[in-house]
């Protein structure tokens, strides 16, 4: 039954006469608000699946070349391919990419020329650096071998021309601040007496940086490859034998600077297991030579006593943090260390004479160990 206007209260007829106006607009506007959500989730889809960059954590350079008249859809194919079979482009898809240069308007301006391009852009950004036609950025392979501490790493990297600024570097790897990103690096102790809060986890490899890489770029690629080594397996390794990743990480990096010869690895982390297992010091002098800034094979006893949370001479199990950045075989071999000699019960090692060989001598008894320094110490 309709309502007369009479009988309502002349507010209420204001309001009726309000709404009759009103409605129709509140109709149009929530039919515009929901078009607009509708196109702003399909757009931030679109962006973040076939727009965006393929990885914003990898930054491996990768050189393309784009021949003259090349096509739009010849230069997706090219970026499509450049990271070789069965690996992921440098963009999500040739459509995507043909869209979005045909979209901005771009699809005759992209130019020939050799490029370094990478994952972590986005098709934008490769699109512009296309049209543009920028100098190509140039790269260099960069080896960095196992046993390397950051002060190494950060000499290697100026002197190769890959960062400009090695205190940079070496200031970056004193905090863990810059990234949090890295799962592995969250339960680090905020131990202040660490020299370097990274040092064991920067992986020794052969890299290719761009020649004016940022320290942080670099950080990162090398933390990403250390991501990338430590492989399941080993965690739960670690958990078995009771080791953190932390731990596993410094006694890797003892391990790589005490033994020379691969075949020793196995055998002076069983020592290092014993001694751990009786409560005994380690007393490595890779620990000592970190904590003094040297790269020695014997100390006196004065330098011995030297005050610092690396010398593992004077404090018990394993130092502050790590002494190197391991490599994957010293990694392992602290994880797996010698069976026999650990079920023999191997406490000592020391170097014979180096001029002649790279490998250790190993023995179960302080007496067998004098001797052994007694003999070959004057080659030291």
Known sequence: MKTDDRDLTPVQRRWKTFWRYARPVAVWAASIAIVLIVVSLSVNFIVSHYVSAVDPDDNTPYEITIPQSASASSIARILYTACGEDQKGLIVSTASFKIYVDFVGKANSLKAGTYILSKNMSIKE???????????????????????????????LALEQIISDAAAFQTLCRTTESFEKYPFLIDLPSESERMYALEGYLFPDTYEFYVDSSPEEVVDRMLTRYYEIYIGEFVDRAEE????????????????????????????????????????????????????????????????????????????????????????????AALYPNEEYISEHYLFFCNANPKETSSLLFSKTYEEHQENVEKYKIYW
Request: charged content about 20%; aromatic content about 8%; glycine content about 6%.
């Open 126 to 156: 490769i699109v512009n650096i296309l049209a543009e036609g920028n100098a190509t950025r140039s790269f260099k392979r960069v080896t960095i071998p196992e046993g390397y501490t950051v002060d190494q790493i950060a000499q290697t």
């Open 241 to 332: 034998i009771g080791l953190t990743r932390d731990q596993v990480m410094i006694l890797a990096s003892i391990i790589e600077r005490e033994a020379r010869n691969p075949d020793d690895f196995s055998k002076v982390s069983a020592v290092f297991h014993n001694r751990l297992q009786d409560g005994m010091k380690l007393e490595s002098c890779a620990t000592l030579s970190y904590a003094t800034h040297t790269n020695r094979l014997y100390f006196s006893a004065e330098e011995i006593q030297t005050v610092s949370p690396y010398n593992t001479y004077l404090n018990d199990g394993l130092p502050v943090g790590a002494v190197c950045n391991p490599g994957l075989a010293a990694i392992r």
